[in-house]
């Protein structure tokens, strides 16, 4: 071991007790029994995946559990755990300094610090970052006192958050037009807004199949450079056939600010001095009045609006946590602000991999494949990186990992089963698509995105049995120009065609 005031050497070194880390260092410590895999971690507490579970070919389910690290350190023995934030990683002597003043010599490193919330203001009391499931309940128990919170941000976390809020009012801020904008278009949010009206359930109506074409119009507002990384907004018929509510006032106290984004906030002093009016929650059509009550804080919206509310929920999306490992070393970093990695997890520095949200993808991907901060890719990456780095160490070939080949994703939102299939909102395909849609209002909602008669990818709300068979077809790129509209027919049973 380590001389005196010496490093420890270790063959490797997992940096984060999240998804991919810890996945990552289980990997190592089954590929190599007789080492020490050390992982160094900021929180007594690791996540860890339990109830895994191989759906199909690329989807998979787990659940995460928060456990203490000396569970891990039981189920591998030669994992050691190192619970102290990391100071400074020197690559070139390739050398870890932890914030306890100790430091560890490794020959391979894996980096897994994930990322952090992207807040809207930097140390605002009354501002809350959300970044994943977790957050979001231990985020419930603040919610007691609260009148009334404004929500910002149009992903999973917002979208499943103000599902859950009950009894309170929430002003929820989204800078598109639908709301769920990361997993949904248009067409499925409307789907799923009954779900949070909660009103007694109507008759299944099926919508009628048709091909939906892509608003042309809309494209010039766009902002130069986003159009090819957007997914695609339905074209204007798209909800012929569904009879819709208007989805800006709704009970369960939720009501929708569309098209637009925090512009300041106040607090209760600065907002007195402002002498502006701020608008009491809006009920039913009319327009909302004046608000009589004095609230802590205050956010005042892009579209001149002003609320006041108990707290503000930033749920805006992550910022890779690459902040302790950048000093002093070249590392190359995405336009996202993760290190880049090849298709072996390896970022520009030698003997240094990355993984999950801490990293960006820079290989050339598979047409159907994108990366999304999601805990199914930081258990899929750490995995791999794991593979990669003990590959290299006995000196051997390694074939980029099949979870790498499509993008597939389950989850659940208001309790429906959601699975996400490849370009599952049209991500990078231009103009050149169509879509065809199949609904039944409270059942099910299926969206297919073509390309030139092939599948590119799916979104399948509820119990549709079909994620399978849309898997393979994406997958083979099949052309399905011969069955038109019927491919989504349901007296068609379309699993017998393709098995």
């Not at 074939?399 to 490849?422: C, P, Q, R, W």
Request: hydrophobic share 40%; glycine share 10%; with cysteine.
């Amino acid at each position: 071991m380590a001389g005196p005031g010496g490093a420890e050497p270790g063959r490797f070194a997992v940096v984060g007790g999240g998804i991919a880390g810890v996945t990552c260092a289980e990997k190592l410590a089954a590929e190599f029994p007789s080492e020490d895999i050390l992982l160094v971690t900021a929180s007594p507490v690791i996540k860890a995946v339990t109830n895994f579970k191989q759906v199909s070919k690329t989807l998979e389910e787990f659940d995460v559990e928060e456990q203490p690290s000396s569970l891990l350190e039981k189920r591998y023995p030669n994992i050691r755990v190192i619970q102290s934030g990391v100071k400074q990683l020197k690559s070139d002597e390739h050398k870890i300094y932890t914030e306890d003043g100790k430091e560890y010599t490794y020959e391979k490193l894996c980096l897994c610090a994930g990322a952090k919330p992207k807040l809207i203001v930097e140390g605002n009391p009354y501002v809350l970052g959300i970044r994943d499931t977790d957050s979001a309940q231990a985020f419930q128990k603040n919610l007691a006192q609260a009148e009334r919170i404004v929500v910002v941000g149009n992903g999973g976390i917002a979208l499943e958050l103000v599902y859950e809020i009950q009894g309170c009012e929430v002003i929820w801020a989204i800078k598109d037009k639908a709301i769920g904008n990361t997993f949904f278009d248009a067409g499925a949010a409307e789907f799923l807004l009954p779900k949070l009206t909660a009103e007694s359930q109507e008759t299944p109506i099926e919508c009628k199949r048709t091909k939906y074409t892509v608003e042309g119009s809309e494209e010039k507002g766009r902002p130069p450079g986003a159009s090819d990384k957007l997914g695609s907004a339905l074209g204007p018929d798209w909800h012929e056939g569904l009879h819709l509510k208007g989805t800006k006032e709704f009970s369960h106290k939720v009501h929708i600010e569309i098209l637009c984004e925090v512009k300041k906030i106040h607090l209760q002093q600065e907002f007195i001095q402002l002498q502006q009016t701020s608008l009491a929650f809006p009920k039913g059509e009319k327009n909302a009045e004046g608000d009589e009550v004095l609230w802590p804080v205050y956010v005042e919206l892009t579209n001149g609006k002003i609320y006041g509310c108990n707290f503000i929920v930033s749920a805006t999306g992550v910022v890779p946590n690459v902040e302790p490992f950048l000093d002093g070393n070249n590392f190359a970093v995405g336009e996202d602000g993760g290190l880049e990695v090849d298709k072996h997890m390896h970022t520009s520095l030698p003997d240094v991999f990355a993984a999950g949200d801490i990293c960006t993808a820079a290989w050339e991907p598979s047409p159907v494949w994108h990366q999304m901060r999601l805990w199914t890719q930081a258990r899929q990456m750490g995995w791999y990186a794991a593979k990669c780095m003990a590959a290299e160490a006995l000196g051997e070939s390694i074939d980029m990992d099949f979870s790498f080949e499509l993008f597939a994703h389950i989850t659940k939102f208001f309790n429906y089963k959601v699975v996400v299939l490849g370009k599952y909102n049209a991500q990078g395909l231009g103009s050149d698509h169509e879509l065809m849609l199949r609904c039944t209002k409270g059942h099910e909602y299926i969206k297919v995105v073509m390309q030139n008669g092939r599948m590119m990818g799916a979104v399948l709300i509820g119990e549709t049995d079909l994620e399978e068979t849309f898997e393979n077809l994406i997958l083979n790129q099949m052309d399905l120009s011969a069955y038109g509209e019927d491919l989504l027919n349901p007296d068609i049973d379309i699993e017998d065609y393709f098995d």
